[in-house]
């Protein structure tokens, strides 16, 4: 289960609102204790994919490791990453699942119309051929 | 020693340390101890032919090491190897 504290969660929303009608992208930073991670900083990171934004996004990796320097420095933990999906819904999409990581939580926020509507979390594995969906609390 | 940092998920199989002190003169050699060290971690890391995962990027200190030697590239005991996931997504 992830849950989403209130902080974390309003820089999620605004990042994806404000890129809107592109897709947003981020890191989330927090703690895990057994099955529970707790998102405390949500950090919003620039969208790195160079053709049309609306559809697509890209992290860039130096900025996955500064995410993760700046956790290590709070002595908390990279356990997630964000992304938005622009008048769409929350889902996890080929394109996302072909392009995933199993090492970390995928939020996805369904944006429409500039507004924030729903949000699902999903777990890829490492062939990246499934995405199960995880727990979210927010 | 150079440090290899481990990303949080992976900590589970390295007695759940943040970072890794191993020797090697290049930064495949550092990798090979380490997985050799934590069998576990391997299968995160290769695929079934013994290659790196297509998400797996590493960094020795700032610098993608497919820029540099790749797993050849030499390996000073001052430095610091990230493994860094590639990520991106769409509709």
């Given at each position: 289960?992830?849950?989403?504290?209130?902080?974390?969660?309003?820089?999620?929303?605004?990042?994806?609102?404000?890129?809107?009608?592109?897709?947003?992208?981020?890191?989330?930073?927090?703690?895990v204790?057994?099955?529970?991670?707790?998102?405390?900083?949500?950090?919003?990171?620039?969208?790195?994919?160079?053709?049309?934004?609306?559809?697509?996004?890209?992290?860039?990796?130096?900025?996955?490791?500064?995410?993760?320097?700046?956790?290590?420095?709070?002595?908390?933990?990279?356990?997630?990453?964000?992304?938005?999906?622009?008048?769409?819904?929350?889902?996890?999409?080929?394109?996302?699942?072909?392009?995933?990581?199993?090492w970390?939580?995928?939020?996805?926020?369904?944006?429409?119309?500039?507004?924030?509507?729903?949000?699902?979390?999903?777990?890829?594995?490492?062939?990246?051929?499934?995405?199960?969906?995880?727990?979210?609390?927010? | 020693?150079?440090?290899?940092?481990i990303p949080t998920p992976l900590r589970q199989y390295v007695d759940k340390k943040?970072?890794?002190?191993?020797?090697?003169?290049?930064?495949?050699?550092?990798?090979?101890?380490?997985?050799?060290?934590h069998?576990d971690l391997?299968?995160n890391?290769?695929?079934?032919?013994?290659?790196?995962?297509?998400?797996?990027?590493?960094?020795?200190?700032?610098?993608?090491?497919?820029?540099?030697?790749?797993?050849?590239?030499?390996?000073?005991?001052?430095?610091?190897?990230?493994?860094?996931?590639?990520?991106?997504?769409?509709?």
């Open positions: 289960m992830i849950q989403i504290e209130p902080e974390a969660w309003q820089v999620m929303v605004s990042h994806a609102k404000s890129t809107y009608p592109n897709e947003c992208c981020g890191a989330m930073i927090g703690t204790d057994g099955d529970v991670k707790t998102v405390k900083i949500g950090l919003a990171i620039e969208n790195a994919f160079t053709g049309v934004q609306h559809e697509r996004y890209e992290l860039r990796p130096e900025d996955l490791m500064k995410a993760d320097k700046e956790a290590r420095a709070r002595g908390m933990d990279l356990i997630g990453i964000f992304h938005s999906h622009p008048d769409c819904d929350a889902y996890f999409s080929e394109t996302d699942l072909k392009n995933s990581c199993p970390y939580s995928f939020v996805v926020l369904s944006i429409y119309k500039g507004e924030f509507h729903h949000a699902n979390s999903f777990l890829p594995n490492a062939e990246q051929t499934e995405a199960p969906k995880e727990e979210l609390k927010y | 020693m150079a440090k290899i940092l943040d970072s890794v002190d191993v020797t090697g003169a290049t930064v495949g050699e550092a990798l090979n101890a380490l997985t050799t060290a069998p391997k299968k890391l290769y695929n079934d032919e013994g290659k790196l995962r297509s998400f797996v990027n590493i960094y020795l200190n700032d610098e993608d090491i497919r820029y540099m030697k790749k797993e050849s590239t030499p390996l000073a005991d001052s430095d610091t190897i990230s493994i860094v996931p590639s990520i991106a997504g769409g509709l």
